[in-house]
C-alpha cells in the first residue's frame, strides 16, 4: 500500500455533490447504478514537493473504480486512478474465524462478516502531488444501491471525503435524482451519522418524470436514500 502516514488534511472551503441513480431493472433486480459527481475547491495551496494521500469512501461495494482530475484538465489526458486499499489481516483474520462458527451463531456473526467484507471493499485511495494554483479538483466513481427489500433499494455516502476538512464557513451541497417510476421511501441527510436527531434541512422537486432531494450543509453530514419500484 502506498504511505498513508502521515496522513494530510486537506482544506476545503466547498464541496459540491450530484447523485444520479440509474436503474438496472424492474424492481426484481440485486442492485441499481449510483454515479456520484463531486468538485472540491481547495482552501489554498499545497505543498507541491509533499505527495498527498486522498482516501475516496465509497459508502457502500464500489461498482467501478474512481477518478480525479483536475477541473481545468482534460479527463482524457490528465485523470488520477484509485487504488483498493489493502484489506487489513486482522479484518481478514476475524472473518476467517466466523467461518468456524457453531449453525446457531452463524447466520448472526455472517453479518457481521458481510459488513466487515463490504467495509473493506468501499475505500480507494490515490498519492499525487497537488499543483500550485490548481484549486478544484473533481472526482468520478460509482456506488452501488443495493435491494434492501423487496423491491426497495438503498445506497449511502459520507460528506466530506475522506482526507478533506471543511474549513469554517465552508459548503457542502448535495443532489440526488432518483430514477423514474419510483417512490421515495425516504431521504436524510445527518449532520452527526451517529446522531438519528441530527437531520438536515433538504429540498425536494420533481424535474423531468425524475425526484429530486437537495441538500446543503456545513459539516460532514450522511446521505442516505431509499426508493422503491
Known amino acids: ?3 498513508l502516514s502521515p496522513l494530510i488534511n486537506v482544506p476545503i472551503s466547498r464541496q459540491d455533490s450530484v447523485i444520479d441513480v440509474v436503474s438496472k431493472g424492474d424492481g426484481s433486480h440485486e442492485a441499481d447504478e449510483v ?11 499545497l505543498d507541491p514537493s509533499q505527495d498527498v494521500t486522498l482516501i475516496l469512501p465509497m459508502g457502500m461495494e464500489a461498482a467501478q473504480k474512481p477518478l480525479l482530475r483536475y477541473l481545468a484538465d482534460d ?9 483498493p486499499v489493502d484489506r487489513s489481516v486482522y ?23 458481510d459488513a466487515i467484507s463490504q467495509a473493506a471493499g468501499s475505500f480507494s485511495q490515490a498519492v499525487l502531488a497537488v499543483r500550485p494554483g490548481q484549486r ?6 460509482t456506488i452501488a444501491a443495493r435491494r434492501v427489500e423487496e423491491r426497495t433499494f438503498e445506497f449511502q455516502l459520507l460528506g466530506p471525503l475522506a482526507s478533506f476538512v471543511i474549513q469554517p464557513g465552508g459548503s457542502i451541497s448535495v443532489v440526488a435524482i ?14 452527526d451519522p451517529t ?30 436514500v431509499r426508493y422503491r419500484y
Request: hydrophobic share 40%.
Open 195 to 224: 446522531n438519528p436527531g441530527s437531520a438536515l434541512g433538504q429540498t425536494e422537486a420533481d424535474l423531468g418524470g425524475r425526484h429530486c432531494i437537495g441538500w446543503f450543509w456545513r459539516n460532514d453530514p450522511l446521505f442516505r
Open 75 to 83: 479527463i482524457q489526458t490528465n485523470a488520477f486512478s484509485f487504488d
Open 178 to 191: 432518483q430514477p423514474q417510476n419510483t417512490t421515495l421511501v425516504e431521504a436524510i441527510g445527518l449532520q
Open 1 to 3: 500500500m502506498p504511505a
Open 136 to 141: 478544484q479538483l473533481r472526482f468520478f466513481f
Open 35 to 45: 454515479f456520484v459527481t463531486t468538485t472540491i475547491l481547495l482552501q489554498q495551496d
Open 91 to 113: 479484518d481478514q483474520a476475524v472473518a476467517d474465524a466466523l467461518g468456524g462458527l457453531d449453525t446457531a451463531q452463524r447466520e448472526a456473526e455472517q453479518r457481521l462478516a
